[in-house]
T-cell receptor, first 113, second 115 residues
């Protein structure tokens, strides 16, 4: 297993465009998380999946954000009508049930121009 | 509401010396877990060490140890024998409850190791 994989690593988009990011977790991990990290800050929780069920979505997420995890494997995070304030690093992490630390991917850095 | 506070924006340490990174937390849940993560300049968050609220002994992982003082609600990370590769951002984090899933993070401390 090569760990948590995120694609793309970098994305530059024009304001108003839609973007989609993909996360492939560690195959044995049934929990998947999305976080957002802006410069100089710690990661902020966005949403959480247990298998294919999205169990919590942060109030930070507006209606322009949507995440899916079909079949409980990979996950996608879509941002519609991007705004400059969406510029950040988007981190995906996975873990097994029962606690312990997360395994993070390398992140997708989004720049909205 | 749960909260993590890291009051040191930046720290310097001489190579081969020990360094302590501070972390205080706030929660009303008697069951919680405390974590430390390292984020090098490459950007990937790396899990370092975990301490459960009911654990009697401080957690240790190699050169990392967590100084857990429950009454003071502090969970400081101690790195012994610092190496140049330890230069990175360090984040303290907490997850509430035995069935909790959401981990919250502090603002981080940037550690600089000097040769």
């Amino acid at each position: 297993d090569t760990g948590v994989s995120q694609n793309p690593r970098h994305k530059i988009t024009k304001r108003g465009q839609n973007v989609t990011f993909r996360c492939d977790p560690i195959s044995e991990h049934n929990r998947l998380y999305w976080y957002r990290q802006t410069l100089g800050q710690g990661p902020e929780f966005l949403t959480y999946f247990q298998n294919e069920a999205q169990l919590e979505k942060s109030r930070l997420l507006s209606d322009r954000f949507s995440a899916e995890r079909p079949k409980g494997s990979f996950s996608t995070l879509e941002i519609q009508r991007t705004e400059q304030g969406d510029s950040a690093m988007y981190l995906c992490a996975s873990s097994a049930t029962g606690g312990g630390g997360y395994t993070f991917g390398s992140g997708t850095r989004l720049t909205v121009v | 509401a749960q909260k993590i506070t890291q009051t040191q924006p930046g720290m310097f340490v001489q190579e081969k010396e020990a360094v302590t990174l501070d972390c205080t937390y706030d929660t009303s849940d008697p069951s919680y877990g405390l974590f430390w993560y390292k984020q090098p300049s490459s950007g990937e968050m790396i899990f370092l060490i975990y301490q459960g609220s009911y654990d009697q002994q401080n957690a240790t992982e190699g050169r990392y140890s967590l100084n857990f003082q429950k009454a003071r609600k502090s969970a400081n990370l101690v790195i012994s024998a610092s190496q140049l590769g330890d230069s990175a951002m360090y984040f303290c984090a907490m997850r509430e409850g035995p069935g909790g899933f959401k981990t919250i993070f502090g603002a981080g401390t940037r550690l600089f190791v000097k040769a």
